[in-house]
């Protein structure tokens, strides 16, 4: 059996193409495969060197070429996603005549398992680094020219950067640079900056060096990387979502996504456990969200509270979550999503299977 599952992944796999003008060269490849967006496209194009992965489902497709001549930053990519093409377009820099597309690279024209093919990162530019509480800051990094990469909803990626001689790695959830109030106005994410909500601890080895980071230093970012699929939310009535500390950030980007494109949710509701009232995260602007829009409401959860909160407390626990966690409707479809510490993770997931909810109704972030 195992024979006849390599030879139909062999059919599968997708193939490429090249032709030029005077001025272009495209690169054409074809997935073989409908539905392929811009969240499964990343290019990088930097000095004579072009990589192209297509993710599909748990593979991916890698076009890795050294060019054979010089081609400028600008760099086109269109996707046409009902037949699964996609055309990278590069500018040259000479008006020459290619005799050949360039030499192959470390893994072109392969189709492998994503577990197997290792993360590639580029180099970003910081821009701006922005207070949000007395230990968390917004920090705004921006793409090289000749990359196409977005970060789909629930996904993170990983920063690299070398700490004392020691190249250090860490997963960071990108999230938008504001909360969608005003839903007229085109999706924020421009496709050049990735904004990162980071809690610099005083003794973190990343979360120090990335605070002594100045504004137009480099750090490498990863490619993409997550188990979450925004498929589950699209078939959901009632959107729960449980965030502990930073386990905030996968929300902020699902929270648009829920209340921006999914047509049959009823309702959104967060339920943030921070320590005290100074380390929530954008109180604010959901405060704003949930006068804004009546399908989402928020409540916060202290475990350390001065003693003037008149709001709730305590840890993640089962009444908590008995009294919070409901169904908008008896039958109705509930999506569940979990992130913060990993205890307060486990512990949520025990708690809310005990109170009879399925693993399917259940998403935890995790590492
Ligand atoms: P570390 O040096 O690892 O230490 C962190 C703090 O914990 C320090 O105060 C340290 O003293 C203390 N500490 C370390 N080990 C222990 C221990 N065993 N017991 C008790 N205390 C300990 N973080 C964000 O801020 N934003 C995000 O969007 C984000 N996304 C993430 C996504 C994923 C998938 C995962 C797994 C984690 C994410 N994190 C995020 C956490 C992030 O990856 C780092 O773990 C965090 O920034 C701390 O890194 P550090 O090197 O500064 O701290
Ligand atoms: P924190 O220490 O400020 O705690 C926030 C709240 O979480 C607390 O008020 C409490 O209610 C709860 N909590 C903390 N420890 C707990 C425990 N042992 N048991 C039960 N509940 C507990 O949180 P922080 O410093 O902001 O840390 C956030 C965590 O979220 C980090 O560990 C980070 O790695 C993780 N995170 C994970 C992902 C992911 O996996 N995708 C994304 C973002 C953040």
């Not at 072009?50 to 001549?69: A, K, P, Q, T």
């Not at 188990?227 to 902020?252: C, I, N, Y």
């Not at 047509?263 to 949930?290: G, Y």
Request: aromatic share 8%; net charge neutral; with cysteine.
């Amino acid at each position: 059996e195992k024979k006849v599952l390599a030879s139909s992944a062999k059919d599968l796999s997708p193939s490429y193409d090249w032709f030029q003008t005077d001025r272009l060269i495209t690169v054409v490849i074809y997935t073989k495969q409908k539905d392929v967006n811009a969240d499964l496209v990343i290019v990088d194009c930097q000095d004579k060197q072009l990589r192209g992965e297509i993710i599909m489902d748990d593979h991916s497709y890698l076009v890795n070429i050294d060019l054979d001549h010089a081609v400028s930053e600008d760099v086109a990519v269109n996707i046409a996603e009902k037949v699964g093409k996609v055309e990278i377009i590069l500018n040259k820099k000479d008006n020459v005549h290619w005799k050949m597309l360039g030499q192959p690279c470390e893994g072109h024209n392969t189709f492998m398992k994503r577990t197997d093919r290792g993360l590639f990162y580029r180099k970003c530019k910081l821009v701006s680094k922005t207070e949000v509480t007395h230990d968390t800051k917004l920090f705004c990094l921006m793409l090289p020219k000749g990359t196409h990469l977005r970060v789909p909803t629930g996904q993170h990626v990983y920063l690299k950067h070398i700490i004392a001689g020691t190249e250090v790695v860490k997963p960071y959830t990108p999230v938008l640079p504001f909360l969608p109030l005003d839903f007229q106005e085109p999706p924020c994410h421009d496709g050049v900056h990735i904004y990162l909500m980071i809690k610099i601890y005083s003794h973190g080895l990343f979360t120090q060096a990335l605070d002594h980071l100045q504004i137009g230093d480099f750090i490498s970012v990863s490619n993409p990387e997550g188990s979450f699929k925004k498929s589950q939310v699209q078939t959901s009535e009632d959107l729960l979502l449980l965030a502990g500390g930073t386990g905030f950030t996968p929300m902020v980007k699902l929270l648009n996504f829920a209340l921006t494109e999914v047509s049959c949710l009823r309702t959104v509701k967060l339920i943030f456990f921070n320590k005290t009232e100074n380390d929530i995260l954008w109180r604010n602007q959901l405060e704003q969200l949930a006068l804004k829009d009546e399908r989402f409401e928020v409540q916060f959860i202290l475990s350390q509270p001065s003693k003037d909160w008149v709001g709730k407390r305590g840890k993640i626990s089962s009444s908590l979550l008995s009294e919070f966690v409901k169904r908008s409707r008896r039958d109705s479809k509930v999506l569940i999503c979990i992130c913060g510490p990993a205890p307060f993770t486990e512990q949520g997931v025990q708690y809310l299977q005990d109170l009879g909810y399925s693993q399917e109704e259940i998403h935890a972030f995790t590492a």
